[in-house]
């Protein structure tokens, strides 16, 4: 049983530290002898529980899956019963996301893996749980007659999907203020000290202002103000274990 339980520690320390080297470096820069260095393991120890890079990877891939899979899914509960609509749902989930990309490596390296392997791993399909839920609000916001007479849920899911990627990405550009506020504006809070890091910049101080600029165009004015909307956190909170389930809303 002890034997066991290191060899499943040993593993989770392996992922993460390949979470974290696939983040930091993305795939083809990656190597077994760097993930083993950073996961503090003999090579040896690595192929023993993953024979390949690909098989890392995939395993990362589907560990990110199910962390995003779980937020977004959790974002959305968190507005039952106080009047959520598939709108306030849209706005908090793509806040959630945004926070778990700052916080969680996994969660990060799931996403460049993505764009970087073009092709799904084995047990992987194409279809991304963020956007795929993404697309049900969206489709559940032209039920509820919440967008603009015209606007297709199609195009809405596919815009917010830009949004959020384009959001992560900016968060990996390098020599980007941690304190610049954009666009130009004055702050709207306190934001991090200059020392965090590109990574640790006003994400969701951004994310917050591009909803403020899309929102009036997407959606019917009857239903613009109604519902909850969060307010930006740049101290997220945990992301939940890739391990968990959650019910679906």
């Known amino acids: 049983m002890a034997i066991q339980q290191r060899a499943e520690r040993t593993r989770r320390e392996i992922l993460s530290a390949a979470a974290r080297v696939f983040d930091g470096m993305g795939y083809e820069r990656a190597s077994l002898a760097r993930i083993a260095g950073e996961a503090r393991v003999t090579t040896g120890a690595l192929v023993f529980h993953f024979a390949t890079k690909a098989d890392l990877a995939t395993e990362v891939r589907v560990r990110a899956r199910a962390v995003t899979r779980i937020t977004v899914e959790s974002a959305c509960l968190s507005t039952e019963g106080v009047g959520g609509t598939a709108i306030d749902k849209l706005v908090i989930a793509t806040h959630a996301l945004i926070r778990l990309f700052e916080t969680d490596p996994t969660a990060r390296a799931g996403e460049r893996l993505s764009r970087e392997l073009q092709l799904p791993g084995p047990g992987l399909s194409r279809d991304c749980p963020w956007r795929r839920e993404v697309a049900r609000l969206a489709r559940f916001a032209a039920a509820e007659d919440a967008l603009r007479p015209g606007v297709d849920a199609t195009a809405v899911a596919a ?41 640790h910049g006003p994400a969701e101080q951004r994310l917050a202002r591009i ?31 890739a391990d968990t389930t959650a019910p679906r809303p």
């Open 159 to 199: 815009l917010i999907g830009y949004v959020i990627t384009g959001v992560e990405l900016e968060m990996r550009a390098p020599g980007t203020p941690a304190d610049e506020t954009w666009p130009a504006e004055e702050p709207r809070g306190p934001l991090p000290s200059a020392e965090s890091g590109a990574l």
């Open 211 to 241: 909803w403020e600029l899309i929102l009036p165009g997407l959606v019917h004015p009857t239903t613009r103000n109604c519902g909850p909307r969060p307010r930006p956190r740049h101290h997220g909170t945990a992301a939940p274990d």
